[in-house]
């Protein structure tokens, strides 16, 4: 089946400033999209996410864009601190209610 | 407030050994979800249920059965260890279609 993929496996920014982080989907009838932040240890925890009937959408200090002609997420997060240092993952819904996770970027926030 | 619940949290089995991982949830949602995680991967769909008395595979089900006799309780069952499934599992649940699934806190299971 189709895929959801990630372009940078390891980020790496200062403290205060801002990250994003892309990924790339394959399926152009999914109408779901899900950012997932998982600290070691843990399971995924929802960050945010998306229908396809929007371009962006604004949470609390993240922001996730989504570019339905070359099919692309990207995750905006402000002024990046320590604690948002973790495994993302984007993931696509399919038919089913049913995800497929890209393999996830790692993001390492230098204080 | 639990969310969801997974038991054990870590298990070593030596291969040819079967047991059961069990993950609950308390928020009444319809649909759940068994995941593997592999060191560098994504979650990969092992088994999941849209309804109390039903499930369906997914993409890596091989190795696995589950069951869901009970609205609340979703259990991965392990017939024959091999040491290829040597992974962290995660359970999730979802209430209803475009919403996030919640997950538990994953069982980190050896197999050796």
């Known amino acids: ?111 | 407030n639990a969310g969801v619940t997974q038991t054990p949290k870590f298990r070593v089995l030596k291969t040819g050994q079967s047991m059961t991982l069990l993950c609950a949830q308390d928020m009444n949602h319809e649909y759940m979800y068994w995941y593997r995680q592999d060191p560098g991967m994504g979650l990969r769909l092992i088994h999941y249920s849209v309804g109390e008395g039903t499930t369906a595979k997914g993409e890596v089900p091989d190795g696995y059965n589950v069951s869901r006799l009970k609205k609340q309780n979703f259990l991965l069952g392990l017939e024959s260890a091999a040491p290829s499934q040597t992974s962290v599992y995660f359970c999730a649940s979802l209430d209803r279609g475009n919403q996030p699934q919640h997950f538990g806190d994953g069982t980190r299971l050896s197999i050796l």
């Not at chain 1, 801002?18 to 109408?31: E, G, K, L, P, R």
């Not at chain 1, 990207?74 to 089913?96: H, K, M, R, W």
């Open chain 1, 1 to 111: 089946g189709e895929s959801v993929g990630l372009h940078l496996p390891t980020l790496s920014v200062q403290e205060g400033d801002n990250s994003i982080i892309n990924c790339a989907y394959s399926n152009s009838a999914s109408d779901y999209f899900i950012w997932y932040k998982q600290e070691s240890g843990k399971g995924p925890q929802f960050i945010i996410d998306i229908r396809s009937n929007m371009d962006k959408r604004q949470g609390q200090r993240v922001t996730v864009l989504l570019n339905k002609t070359v099919k692309h997420l990207s995750l905006q997060i402000a002024a990046t601190q320590p604690g948002d240092s973790a495994v993302y993952f984007c993931a696509e819904n399919e038919y089913g209610n049913k995800l497929v996770f890209g393999a996830g970027t790692i993001l390492r926030v230098k204080s």
